[in-house]
């Protein structure tokens, strides 16, 4: 405990940290300081994961995550042509039959000057607009550009107005409150933007209209309707609070000092709320005030964001990325009560590399946020979620409610003629990067629909895995189609925890391939454009750890396969448009990643899956 004359020095190292666990670990008397304070978010048992991409985690059955901006330096497929390859913080919200997404972006690094905020939208969710920029930098008397930075951007007012907000701060720390203030704008139904105007100034740093500039104090706007929904926001203690890491002001406007905030609300009222470090508080009065209750139990203390919400089926999702310092996987964890969270699963689980260097840019899918009370409720019973992945590209999750990890007992039968969702299987998981798209598309042919797996980037891949029913063995069987022999599809069966007894290829070289005891061995060759049946008979007659392959009927490798891995069971089955990764790596430039590579298509059909025969 530290001793009272210390404490005025704690405080200025707390605040200068910006995380409010230094806070109240700095200052005597607060929740932390109690080992028996009884946190209102815990979860259930001990959280363990590897270092593989998923970390070892079943996945959501039927998630699907979609690649929303790739960063691009030569090629740049945004509105204003910004060539940023850093990509970060996006925020989302659902209004007008629309999902609204915004995010930072800047040219190399984080906290780069220009850093302004770019905004896209999408009516699915799965197909997104090109972005633009909606708040973008501007040149200071001195000559400085600010940098933008948010936490929390958007409000839907009870007015029915969007808004759009975001700070802007100074180079090199645009979130140390020494920043200029919040800009607001609106965000109109037809898609257009109305001015922007400064929302609340950082005047504790002498900012005001007189030196701020460029934007006009928003009580300035001769919209009634806009003045009031800025005017309903500034009241709301909720939404607030969320900006006080940027504004840090000691006017009495903020109620507790945090990064991040996140926060749902229990049936008696009672608001919960979690933020960076897992730093925990509860409020009954809407934020009015908080009452600190320590650290989430059981739960990773991190910088990279928490996400809570009640889902439609009157559950609570945590979502958050299950590591003290790596940023990977994206999990999810849920609760009855919202009190007591447990089965942690993968949301994203995909590791892919980083493509540009840049200092400070993290790896893994973070800073998870989703719509916020209050801020749109989408038509279907998905949680949305919205992240970036190794700060350079921006991603959404669409992720089924209940969120399971199984599926029901029993035989599957897949032909993809019914059960899509905006072109995707639902009760398949999909891995979806802009270049790399899985999509159930019409055949053109008798066939009818088929599910098409494309690939033209040179450092991604499509992926789509369905879940089946655990088991020892398992009898699978699909129809295949490849366009082409220059493209790789590699086919797993894999366990719970993402063991690979099965692994399977058809090569670029127009070879198919399987592995025997970790060793790829030959299996035949492929042709394009010709529809070949496949078989993978798994633990057959009984016989243990061991695997056949047929094509079209006839067995095709010299001898029974051995397992490369060794899971008891197995109940997943994948298709990837390229090599498995353990997870991806960064720390480099890699050579030409702005351009596409030649496309390789693969389509899957009629897939059946027998388990526990």
């Known amino acids: 405990m530290p001793n009272a004359p210390f404490t005025p020095f704690l405080k200025r190292w707390a605040y200068a940290l910006g995380s409010a666990s230094a806070l109240a670990l700095a200052i005597p008397g607060t929740a932390q300081d109690d080992p028996t304070e009884d946190p209102p978010i815990k979860f259930d048992g001990e959280i363990k994961v590897t270092h593989a991409g998923d970390g070892g985690l079943r996945p959501v059955v039927g998630t699907h995550n979609i690649q929303v901006y790739r960063a691009n330096r030569l090629d740049s497929q945004h509105q204003d042509g910004l060539d940023h390859t850093y990509t970060h913080a996006p925020n989302l919200a659902y209004w007008n039959g629309k999902f609204h997404l915004d995010y930072l972006s800047a040219p190399v690094s984080e906290h780069d000057s220009p850093t302004p905020t770019s905004y896209t939208s999408s009516t699915n969710g799965i197909d997104w607009e090109p972005p633009r920029l909606i708040f973008p930098t501007y040149e200071l008397p001195d000559g400085s550009h600010p940098l933008t930075h948010q936490r929390m951007s958007f409000y839907v007012a009870p007015n029915d107005m969007l808004l759009a907000t975001a700070f802007y701060g100074l180079y090199p720390r645009p979130n140390d409150g020494t920043g200029i203030g919040r800009a607001v704008r609106e965000i109109k139904k037809d898609g257009s933007f109305g ?153 994203h689980g995909e590791h892919a590399d980083i493509r540009f260097w840049g200092k400070y840019k993290s790896m893994g899918p973070q800073y998870v946020r989703g719509i916020l009370e209050g801020n749109g409720t989408t038509p279907d019973n998905y949680l949305w979620l919205t992240y970036s992945v190794n700060k ?28 899509n969702k905006d072109g995707l299987p639902v009760k398949w998981n999909v891995y979806s990067p802009l270049w790399a798209s899985p999509r159930v598309v019409d055949t053109g042919s008798e066939r009818g629909k088929a599910l098409e797996l494309n690939d033209e980037d040179p450092y991604d891949y499509a992926s789509v895995t369905r879940v089946f029913e655990e088991g020892r063995s398992s009898l699978i069987r699909f129809k295949l189609l490849a366009k082409q022999v220059f493209g790789r599809l590699e086919i797993d069966v894999a366990s719970g925890d993402g063991l690979r007894p099965v692994q399977i290829a058809f090569t670029e070289n127009g070879t198919i391939e399987s592995k025997h005891e970790g060793a790829w061995k030959p299996g035949g060759t492929y042709r394009p454009d010709e529809w070949i049946d496949v078989e993978l008979d798994v633990n057959p007659g009984n016989n243990h750890e061991r695997f056949q392959l047929r094509i079209n009927g006839e067995e095709v490798l010299y001898r029974i396969a051995y397992f490369s891995d060794f899971p008891e069971t197995t109940e997943r089955l994948t298709f990837r448009t390229g090599k498995y990764r353990y997870r991806g790596e960064g720390g480099i430039d890699l050579p030409d990643p702005d351009f596409k590579t030649p496309n390789a298509v693969f389509l899957i059909d009629d897939v059946s899956i027998e388990a526990n025969r």
Request: one cysteine or more; a negative charge.
């Open 195 to 347: 001015p922007i105007y400064y929302l609340r100034y950082n005047s504790q740093e002498g900012w005001d209209p007189a030196n701020a500039a460029n934007f006009p104090f928003y009580t300035e706007s001769k919209d009634k309707k806009f003045v009031a929904a800025c005017e309903a926001l500034l009241a709301n203690k909720l939404m607030t609070a969320q900006w006080w890491e940027e504004d840090r002001s000691e006017d009495g406007f903020y109620r507790e000092k945090g990064k991040a905030l996140s926060y749902y609300h229990l049936p008696n009222g009672k608001v919960v709320g979690i933020w960076k470090y897992a730093v925990t508080m509860t409020s009954d009065d809407e934020g009015e005030s908080w009452i600190r209750t320590g650290f989430a139990r059981n739960i990773p203390r991190n910088g990279s964001k928490y996400w809570a919400k009640q889902t439609k089926d009157g559950r609570y999702a945590l979502v958050f990325n299950p590591t003290t310092r790596l940023r990977h996987p994206l999990a999810i964890a849920t609760s009855d009560d919202g009190e007591h969270f447990s089965k942690l699963l993968s949301v």
């Open 392 to 419: 350079e590209d921006i991603w959404v999750s669409r992720v089924p409610t209940p969120v399971e990890s199984s599926v029901p007992p029993g035989p599957i039968f897949d032909d993809f003629e019914t059960g």
